[in-house]
């Protein structure tokens, strides 16, 4: 393997990226913080805050497809500047909103730029990166998004302390759009055209792909469906922690503010890890079996058994610190899950990688709408705070089995039949 180095264009492209992942995060679960502020504020109940925690979910959903379409379309850098902008501009209104109809309408806003933005970064990966560093290009990019949820409580409490909770949003649009303008500066839709690409960079690249004339919408949505239950059962787990961590430890373990944040913050910091280290060892099994099926199946079916492993215990205690360890290590397993997910569509379908993980990531964005909501509406109806984990802990082991149907080692082609197109399935990566 190369050596890395930090100013060579691959490198550059990858760490914009990675930017782009923490602050779409940053961006997304600063909410889940501030509620304790605009909750208030505004009167809202449990049920009402999880409204509008999942209410940049809907057309976070719909446009998961159409921005990944979009984007093998019409490129990842045109597809990312006018989404950049329009998140950018959905969290600075939240910070205007006068009450809950304000608040979900700035919500729904940011779903709608946030919706094609990891379909597109995927897309833009499948010219960038090499096809033996796909795990580790999507974990790598998935903590940066994991280092925006633990950098998010703390950084949101310290700014509403000092100002208030309308001003964090201020703060998070503003990064948003100095985003923007640099990578406009910096990304070119081919390598080729780079002006800091080197021959040995191209060398290991991906071909140039052709721009698909036409896709294959019913065959790919049937190859890819299994993919994409596996990831509803990982994102109603995900959406949960995103959501409600924070007011967990806020209320059921009546901490202040800025300790529940510190709490909030250790265990989104174990998924940091968890989505690194699943990069990495997705890519050394495939590296050391040759197998897609042991490095992306197996290893995400072993990930999730242990997610609902760790989770068990908050069931049958009620303590601080044993509660943080398990939630840390559910996170840490789930977000492990990451690398070989996300490196699926690009082995799968490298020519259709934008619509391919659209499809899959409609799995997450509909765990996002109906997760934080029914979790909030337990919560009211029974009051408990561990309740809402035993959904996490039904759909993982539903995830543990779908996760062998998943067959990252079927490749799919289309075989050109006279008047019309037929899917086909390869063995091979």
């Known amino acids: ?40 504020e505004f009167g809202l109940s449990n049920t009402q805050i999880g409204l509008v925690f999942s209410a940049f979910a809907y057309p976070y959903l719909v446009f998961q497809v159409i921005g990944g379409w979009v984007s093998d379309r019409f490129g990842a850098k045109r597809t990312l500047l006018f989404c950049g902008a329009l998140w950018a501009l959905a969290t600075l209104l939240t910070g205007f909103a006068g009450g809950l109809a304000s608040l979900l309408a700035a919500r729904v806003l940011l779903g709608l730029g946030e919706g094609a933005t990891f379909p597109a970064a995927t897309a833009a990966m499948s010219r960038w990166v090499a096809k033996e ?10 903590a940066a998004a994991r280092i925006g949820n633990a950098v998010a409580p703390g950084a949101i409490v310290v700014v509403m302390a000092a100002y208030g909770w309308r001003e964090s949003f201020f703060i998070c649009g503003a990064i948003s759009l100095v985003w923007v303008a640099v990578w406009w500066l910096t990304f070119t839709e081919h390598p080729k055209d780079h002006p800091r690409i080197t021959a040995a960079e191209l060398e ?21 469906m299994p993919v994409t ?78 997610t609902l492993a760790s989770l068990v215990p908050l069931m049958f205690t009620h303590n601080l610190y044993l509660s943080m360890a398990c939630l840390a290590a559910g996170f840490f397993f789930a977000e492990m899950t990451i690398g070989p997910m996300w490196a699926i569509p690009m082995d ?23 997760s934080p909501v029914l979790s909030g509406y337990l919560i009211d109806r029974f009051g408990s705070w561990e309740l809402p984990f035993v959904g996490s802990m039904v759909l993982m082991a539903i995830g543990v089995v779908l996760a062998f149907r998943m067959q990252p080692e079927s ?13 086909s399935s390869r063995i091979g990566a």
């Not at 290991?204 to 890819?224: C, E, G, I, N, S």
């Not at 490749?411 to 899917?423: C, D, N, W």
């Open 133 to 142: 560093r796909r795990g580790f290009a999507q974990g790598i990019t998935h």
């Open 411 to 423: 490749k799919f082609e289309l075989a050109a039949t006279p008047g019309k197109h037929a899917a």
């Open 229 to 306: 239950i596996v990831y509803f059962c990982y994102g109603w787990t995900l959406w949960l922690f995103l959501s409600w961590i924070p007011q967990y430890f806020l209320h059921s373990y009546h901490l202040d503010l800025k300790k529940s944040a510190i709490f909030a913050s250790a265990v989104f910091f174990a998924g940091v890890v968890g989505d690194t280290l699943g990069g990495i060892v997705t890519d050394k099994l495939l590296e050391r079996t040759g197998s897609l099926k042991r490095a992306r199946s197996y290893m995400v079916s072993v990930c999730m058994l242990l």
């Open 204 to 224: 290991v690249l991906p071909p140039p792909k052709p721009k698909p004339a036409k896709v294959p919408w019913m065959p790919l949505f049937k190859r890819m």
């Open 348 to 370: 799968i379908a490298p020519q259709y990688s934008g619509t391919a993980s659209g499809m899959m990531n409609t799995g997450s964005a509909l765990a996002a709408i109906i």
């Open 1 to 40: 393997m190369k050596r890395f180095r930090i100013n060579s264009a691959t490198s550059i492209v990858l760490i914009m990226l990675c930017i782009m992942y923490f602050i779409t995060y940053l961006d997304r679960v600063n909410v889940s913080t501030a509620a304790a502020g605009f909750g208030k």
